[in-house]
């Protein structure tokens, strides 16, 4: 269950591993690319690698790159796209790790990677699908040519009495789908996990781009070996540009369960996610699925400005479920946000987030997003504070913990919104994250701004503080959630060869659509050395940022509370713990 990112160049400078490789056509037909493969490099092996940024508690293999979750006879399967010569963009394989946990890994050897005429030049990412017989089956996308010619493969266990599933073979009857004349055969990838219909079909659907529409083409097929493309596509979206990992999933209306990715019927509604090449970010709608077109619901917003799974560092996400628990869990690659150059020293580039379960808010206009509970079992060490209030231009430093590993889950109070402050018509509501520039967390204002400041050095020279900051609009009140990494790294600290100046550290933000009646918000972090994953509002809202800091590691990471805004902020309940390592042997 994979998927694989690009990179973009003018944005992120040091995106070094994709779950599905972006090639595309432009108006005369040429093909554009919008990674690059630097063969000069990708033979290199890694060398110098630094640690002090590599992750604690999430999964990140000793190099190169990550991604790709599955569930099958009791053992998680993380597959994710590696390149085992380097710390850049090369031949793509398939890694390997097990878990029964989801925290602690054991890596095993790849399981797949090129060796036939159909994926002769990388195996790129896509999805499994337990068929009937409890048989795991996986799709992906082979290359077969310089010109980068997509096909869509499959790949089958050698041995289904191996309980890790450790040799997988590709049958000679691969390819099983190539692109006919209508579709775009360099932008036609990432099968998707297959759901079965009640008239007996598989189906699965494929990313691509017709021109600049966004298209998600739909198969089907009676026996998983013969497929035939649908007359229409799943869906597809004018001006969204190229689409990239998509995944399709129905949510339970009651919101309290995960489904089986083949559950249909009236007690159902369907997500429907994209990766978007153009803007490098994630988005999602809520629909119907009926005669085989999803329809998003009348409000959601599709493309650029709709909702999105998470509005910082997180791209080509892959959901699963998990049928031992009953849990869609999501998991998606956090890219690095510093450079190539730095990337190579390291020898290593992207980690996973933390593995979230999803689930549809009761409101029914978007998803709701919580860290497993197996993360809870690395909690160590724990202090919490409660009902204290925070005047304005006060903090408060959280002690006991260690700040550069932590888990830290808090509801901030107040006693009125007659302090926010009144949203400007000129700005922007569907840019946030630009509105959390110019409204950073050391800008004085009415409600808020207030939350927490994570990878802090003792004089605040760095720091990346995550925070809630209210506005009055006309008739309502909107809540915005921000997490600045402009400020979580000395300049001249980030790297020997640019001093950090093509670093990627914005003012990540979304709005949260929360209730205030009770006059409350909630916050969850979890920090973890070079990340910072938020959760607002019991995960209405998240941003993961990347961040390198200089000063502010191991023991002289500091954490804090604060309050810039004039009203009064209480701390209902702050609980805080340590997180320790999982098993680092195999990682």
């Not at 499959?154 to 009857?173: M, Q």
């Not at 004085?444 to 701004?449: R, V, Y």
């Amino acid at each position: 269950m994979m998927e694989f990112l690009s990179k973009r160049k003018s944005i992120i400078l040091s995106i070094l591993f994709w779950f599905s490789l972006t090639l595309i056509f432009n108006n005369n037909g040429v093909v554009e690319a919008s990674h690059e493969v630097f063969k000069n490099l990708h033979p290199v092996p890694a060398v110098n690698v630094m640690q002090v940024h590599r992750t604690g508690y999430h999964f990140q293999p000793p190099r190169s790159w990550i991604n790709g979750p599955m569930f099958y006879n009791g053992i998680y399967h993380l597959f994710y796209q590696h390149n085992p010569e380097g710390a850049v963009w090369g031949k793509i394989i398939w890694g390997h790790s097990v878990s029964k946990d989801l925290i602690n890994w054991k890596r095993l050897k790849p399981a797949i990677y090129p060796s036939e005429p159909f994926d002769r030049y990388s195996c790129w990412s896509g999805s499994a699908t337990i068929l009937p017989g409890n048989k795991p089956i996986i799709l992906y996308t082979g290359v077969i040519d310089n010109n980068q010619t997509q096909v869509q493969n499959y790949a089958i266990p050698a041995n289904l009495s191996d309980p890790y599933l450790t040799k997988w073979i590709k049958p000679k009857n691969n390819p099983l789908i190539t692109a006919d004349v209508s579709i775009n055969k360099t932008a036609f990838r990432d099968p998707t996990t297959a759901w079965f219909g009640p008239d007996g079909h598989w189906r699965i659907t494929i990313g691509g781009r017709r021109r600049n529409r966004g298209v998600s083409h739909l198969y089907r097929s009676r026996d998983f070996m013969h497929w035939v493309k649908a007359q229409h596509p799943l869906h597809s979206q004018a001006e969204t540009g190229n689409w990239e990992c998509p995944d399709f999933y129905p949510v339970s209306i009651s919101g309290k369960h995960g489904l089986d990715t083949s559950v249909m019927g009236p007690s159902v509604k369907h997500v429907f996610k994209v990766s978007l090449d153009t803007t490098r970010y994630e988005y999602y709608t809520i629909g119907t699925y009926e005669n085989d077109k999803y329809v998003p619901d009348e409000g959601m917003i599709d493309g650029w400005n709709g909702l999105r799974y998470d509005y910082g560092n997180f791209y080509a996400s892959k959901s699963f479920f998990d049928p031992s628990t009953n849990r869609r869990i999501l998991w998606a690659w956090a890219n690095e946000s510093d450079t190539q150059d730095d990337d190579i020293k390291k020898g290593w580039a992207g980690i996973q987030t933390i593995p979230r379960t999803i689930v549809l808010d009761p409101n029914g206009k978007q998803l709701l997003q919580w860290p497993i509970e197996e993360v809870e079992a690395l909690r160590r060490q724990k202090v919490d504070l409660n009902n204290k209030e925070l005047v304005h231009g006060e903090k408060i430093e959280i002690n006991g913990i260690t700040a550069a590993q932590a888990d830290i889950d808090v509801t901030f109070s107040f006693q009125s919104l007659d302090k926010a402050e009144p949203f400007d018509p000129t700005w922007d509501r569907y840019d946030a994250q630009k509105l959390c520039g110019q409204k950073g967390s050391t800008v004085d204002g009415g409600l808020g701004p207030f939350g927490l400041i994570t990878l802090a050095s003792e004089n605040l020279e760095e720091f990346t503080p995550v925070f809630f900051r209210i506005f009055k609009d006309q008739n309502k009140h909107l809540v915005l959630m921000c997490s600045d990494a402009s400020r979580s790294t000395l300049a001249n600290g980030m790297s020997n060869s640019n001093d950090g100046k093509d670093a990627y550290r914005p003012s990540f933000g979304g709005f949260v659509d929360v209730d205030l009646t009770e006059m409350k918000l909630s916050l969850r972090s979890l920090i973890d050395n070079s990340v910072v994953e938020s959760f607002g509002a019991g995960g209405k809202t998240c941003i993961s940022s990347r961040v390198y800091p200089t000063l502010a590691i191991y023991n002289n990471a500091h954490l804090y509370a604060f309050n810039n805004g004039t009203e009064t902020i209480k701390i209902e309940s702050l609980n805080a713990w340590s997180m320790s390592n999982p098993l680092q042997m195999n990682r």
